[in-house]
């Protein structure tokens, strides 16, 4: 009985172990995503507002403003 007993305790011990590796794990792989994700959300924003500024330049000034703009 005193066998049995001590293999579920150490099972149970055992399965909670991997699974807290297994968590602190893909914690580690999923945070550097989450910055790239930030960056790129925070370039494509700097690209549209350059593209519109760009855009309303050439509307307001002709093709000297656009190019005005994009150097």
């Known amino acids: 009985m005193r066998s049995l ?3 579920i305790f150490i099972s ?3 399965i909670q172990s991997i699974l807290t590796a297994v968590t602190i794990f893909q914690m580690i792989q999923t945070r ?3 910055v790239e994700s930030h960056f790129s959300n925070r370039i ?3 690209v ?3 593209t519109r ?3 309303l ?3 307001v000034d002709g093709t000297a ?3 005005r703009a994009i150097d």
Do not use: C, I, K, M
């Open 5 to 7: 007993f001590l293999r």
């Open 65 to 67: 403003g656009y190019l």
């Open 57 to 59: 330049s050439g509307e």
């Open 44 to 46: 494509r924003s700097s």
């Open 32 to 34: 550097p995503l989450n």
């Open 53 to 55: 500024f760009a855009v």
């Open 12 to 14: 149970f011990w055992l």
């Open 48 to 50: 549209v507002t350059a």
